[in-house]
């Protein structure tokens, strides 16, 4: 239990007023917003609302936003503006999207969860003043505990290991059947279910899939996991659909084009590309003055040789690609307009439509969790650690990754639910 | 769908949150199957938000992606503590974006009609079969209520749970939020839980008392933290307490002075709040302990009809006394509001509520079958009124509301079985109340009760009093 540097002897020689700090809903799920609010504070006085994350690697996250109580006392956090700390302006949410390392962190923390099938507990405690630093040391005014869930109640987790494929499948509760997703995440590997476990709670079949195991991948593990979604007796076969990250993005529209077996009803990429990666000049690496990496021009320039990227004319699904514009990591604006060339060319180009967000990055990711501008990378079968520089900047990726969020599921619903078989 | 496959559903959804194992063999493949049509069709997408919420938090339920104008049933369904099933529907018909929106759109009928937000909730009854006499309580609070909610086609009130629902959700309903502190209390022979808010606190604190029912009920104690208060929950009639023969207050007084003692409570900032029996003991101490002052009190549904210093036990014994004003209706629910009336002008027969020094709150429902409390409350502010206290007392009066006044959204019964602690005899109490004025009145009366604790418990600025540095 955490020690609070005790106030009370204060408070009590002094009679200081309480003021009462609630958070509406206490335990919500990662996209879900809250509202929090202060009351009974004196009028026009100055408070530090903040938040603090502990990572599962035991990192330390923080966020704070400046404020000033009305005249009724009260600081309501969806309606009045911040006026300075790690956002500022009036954001609902920004005492989570703009959580960062807390000062004296390890360098290129990147903020992910593990285990998504508990919650990240967030304190969010209120301090007198405007302050910026030494939280720790400092007297909390008031504190709640903030739990925020990628899972809903009855979202069922379930390990997948047969026909030699490896993931999790993620079933929304209820008895279904739901329609399908393959959720493909990037080159960093491993088995990343935090998004499908979210996927799921908005009522997807969705699996996570392990597929950088082994260094050359055969396109029939892809083919083998989506038959295993589609035969699922909660699933529905002929509604499945396929969302990607990065190199799965490139996954996604390859197996899409030419793969017989793979036939989703629409594809979501989200930072990728159609290029094929195999080929990309490593000399054309370059390093920031921060010396971190930067890969966006492996890729480039886009080929005009069909053979060396995706021939997404061909694509007979509704696709929506994500693109961050200041994504550093890969070229997705440029591979996003050669696509649209392509599809224009071809006559499919009323299955694309395009999110274009500016000063967003590369890993655009479910909304109100911290942002990466750079940070650790390790590809996957490899020992060699960079600091990636994915690009972005805080307030507009934040931005990004909440509308692009909501545009992803409801593009989802529109094509897995609505449409008529 | 039978009970059975649907009580196996609900644990192992809820189980989910807390062990993978028991769900794969319970769902999946070899569980529920849906219907062979529903592959084809489109399906209805149903949510609930939030997913977790406090118990006196409004959910927004709804459903997308159906036919327009298309009728479904919204069915509730959660499973007790002692395992009985209780349920909830209504009956909606899909506008013409083929959506149903709880909080907006009225239901034309089943356990409730209208705009309901919460009718989902607060208009559970026992499934049919059930046992009689039934009365849903939360023992444990550490874990949440977990409520089923589900899209059944068609408006039916039976049969349709043969039916695979459309969609369904799983919901919590939690009465301590994250970071509230749970403390079993044995001190000085007081039995008790404690319940800290999250934070450095200081904190103002509850003492709070359930009726005569006996036993350690922490629910609304668990809640009041959620909400700021140190709050605990008092155990005073169990045979284990053996508080029933004492005459004095003292258990009492010990039992607010642990929570004046706590290092995060503010010392003159502990009130007191009580029900049935326990709003008895409530107005005893504050008008007659020397050694406690409560800074405020709420009373739910309690009377000031008692012989002051004398033991509990006889105040309960004394009730029975008067059997022949004990009635037993047609349906053999016994019927105690009589007991107490005509309300005495003896005032050596109730409290002297003209000792009463702070502000006090009196919560009633006015179809109270158990007890006189409207009756009771026009005599305290008669009595307030002439030793010229009646500026501190506040009344809130109920329309056919009856006398289990909870925190809100939970079921109302109008009867259920009680049993009476010194004589050990199960029977049946007739509560009273009609199931939507009382849901309304636990509503209302839990938002002005937590309003009149924060003005009275929680220090306010003043423009007089000068910031202090930290």
Same mark, same amino acid.
């Given at each position: ?421 | ?215 350690? &009920?922490?629910? $609304?104690?668990?809640?009041?933290? =959620?909400?700021?208060? !140190?709050?605990? +929950?008092?155990?005073? /009639? #169990? ?52 050694? &406690?002052?409560? $800074?405020?009190?709420?009373?739910? =549904?309690?009377?000031? !009809?008692?012989? +002051?210093?004398?033991? /509990? #036990? ?61 009756? =009771? ?73 937590? =309003? ?19």
């Amino acid at each position: 239990m955490k020690t609070w540097v005790s106030n009370r002897q204060s408070t009590m020689e002094t009679n200081l007023w309480r003021l009462l700090l609630s958070v509406q809903p206490s335990r919500g799920l990662v996209d879900e917003k809250f509202s929090v609010r202060v009351q009974n504070a004196p009028p026009a006085h100055p408070l530090t609302m903040h938040a603090l994350l502990h990572s599962e690697d035991g990192d330390t996250w923080e966020a704070f936003g400046h404020y000033v109580t009305d005249s009724g006392g009260d600081v309501n956090v969806s309606e009045d503006p911040s006026l300075g700390g790690t956002y500022d302006g009036v954001e609902p949410m920004g005492l989570l999207w703009s959580l960062r390392p807390a000062p004296g962190s390890r360098p290129g923390l990147r903020f992910r969860k593990r285990d998504a099938q508990t919650p990240m507990q967030v304190r969010l405690s209120v301090y007198q003043g405007h302050q910026s630093e030494g939280f720790m040391d400092r007297a909390v005014l008031a504190s709640v505990m903030v739990e925020r869930w990628y899972m809903a109640p009855g979202v069922r987790r379930v390990n997948i290991t047969e026909g030699g494929v490896t993931g999790t499948l993620f079933l929304p509760p209820g008895p279904g059947p739901f329609p399908g997703l393959m959720d493909l995440w990037g080159g960093g590997g491993g088995l990343v279910e935090y998004r499908p476990a979210l996927l799921a709670s908005h009522g997807f079949a969705s699996l996570a899939l392990d597929y950088l195991k082994q260094a050359d991948v055969k396109n029939e593990y892809f083919e083998d996991a989506y038959r295993v979604l589609q035969q699922h007796p909660q699933v529905c076969k002929n509604r499945i659909g396929l969302v990607g990250l990065s190199f799965g993005s490139s996954v996604a529209l390859k197996m899409s084009v030419y793969s017989n077996v793979i036939q989703p009803r629409c594809i979501v990429c989200v930072s990728g590309s159609h290029i094929h990666a195999a080929g990309s000049r490593l000399k054309k690496t370059r390093y920031n003055e921060e010396n971190q990496v930067i890969w966006r021009d492996l890729l480039l320039p886009v080929p005009t040789d069909l053979s060396k990227k995706v021939d997404v004319g061909r694509l007979q699904c509704p696709l929506l690609l994500v693109v961050g514009e200041d994504d550093q990591n890969w070229p997705v604006p440029e591979s996003a307009d050669d696509m649209r060339e392509m599809m224009e060319g071809a006559g499919n180009s009323h299955l694309l439509t395009v999110l274009s967000y500016p000063r967003a990055g590369h890993l655009i990711e479910p909304p109100y969790s911290p942002h990466c501008r750079a940070g650790t990378f390790m590809a996957a079968g490899s020992r060699k650690k960079f600091i990636a520089l994915w690009g972005g900047e805080v307030a507009p990726h934040s931005r990004a990754q909440e509308d692009a969020w909501r545009k992803t599921l409801d593009f989802l619903r529109e094509n897995l639910y609505c449409s008529a078989d | 769908m039978s009970w059975r496959s649907c009580f196996y559903f609900l644990r192992a959804a809820h189980k989910t949150l807390y062990t993978l194992q028991e769900q794969l063999g319970l769902l999946g493949r070899s569980g529920i199957r849906p219907s062979s049509t529903m592959a084809q069709t489109v399906t209805p997408i149903l949510s609930v938000l939030p997913t977790r919420g406090l118990v006196d938090e409004k959910f927004k339920v709804a459903l997308e992606n159906l036919p327009p104008r298309f009728p479904v049933t919204l069915h509730s369904l959660h499973q007790s503590e002692d395992k009985d099933y209780w349920e909830a529907f209504g009956y909606y018909v899909s506008d013409d974006r083929g959506r149903v929106t709880v909080s907006e759109d009225a239901s034309l009928g089943g356990t409730y009609k209208g705009v309901e937000p919460m009718g989902l909730l607060w208009s559970m009854h026992p499934v049919p079969g059930s046992r009689t006499g039934l009365r849903l309580r939360k023992m444990d609070v550490q874990s949440p209520m977990v409520v089923l909610i589900s899209a059944y086609k068609g408006h039916a009130f039976e049969g349709f749970r043969e039916q695979p629902p459309l969609a369904s959700a799983l919901t919590e309903r939690w009465y301590m939020a994250p970071g509230v502190q749970r403390i079993d209390i044995r001190e000085g022979g007081v039995i008790g839980t404690i319940f800290i808010p999250p934070g450095p606190g200081p904190f103002p604190g509850v003492l709070d008392m359930w009726g005569g029912g006996g036993g350690l &009920v922490e629910y $609304r104690s668990a809640l009041l933290a =959620s909400h700021g208060f !140190v709050s605990l +929950a008092l155990d005073y /009639l #169990s045979p284990k307490v053996a508080v029933a023969d004492d005459q004095s207050l003292v258990y009492f007084e010990k039992a607010f002075n642990i929570i004046q003692q706590h290092p995060q409570v503010i010392k003159d900032r502990v009130g007191i709040c009580g029900l049935c029996l326990g709003a008895s003991v409530t107005l005893n101490v504050a008008a007659y302990s020397e050694s &406690v002052s409560p $800074r405020c009190c709420v009373c739910i =549904s309690g009377s000031h !009809v008692l012989p +002051a210093a004398k033991s /509990l #036990s006889y105040v309960i014994n004394d009730g029975y006394k008067h059997m022949d004003k004990l009635l037993v209706d047609e349906q053999n629910r016994m019927v105690w509001r009589h007991a107490i009336l005509p309300i005495t002008t003896n005032p050596d027969e109730k409290l002297d509520m003209g000792r009463i020094k702070c502000p006090l709150l009196l919560v009633n429902g006015d179809d109270d079958q158990s007890k006189a409390t409207v009756e =009771s409350a026009e005599d305290i502010a008669k009595m307030m009124r002439a030793a010229g206290n009646e500026h501190l007392l506040t009344t809130l009066n109920y329309h056919d509301a009856g006398h289990l006044i909870e925190p809100p959204y939970t079921p109302h019964f109008r009867a259920s079985n009680f049993i009476i602690q010194h004589l050990q005899q199960k029977v049946l109490v007739l509560w009273g109340g009609k199931t939507k004025p009382h849901a309304d009145a636990q509503e209302d009366s839990w938002q002005k009760i937590l =309003s009149f604790l924060r003005e009275h418990l929680y220090p306010c600025p003043s423009s007089s009093i000068p910031q202090a540095k930290l």
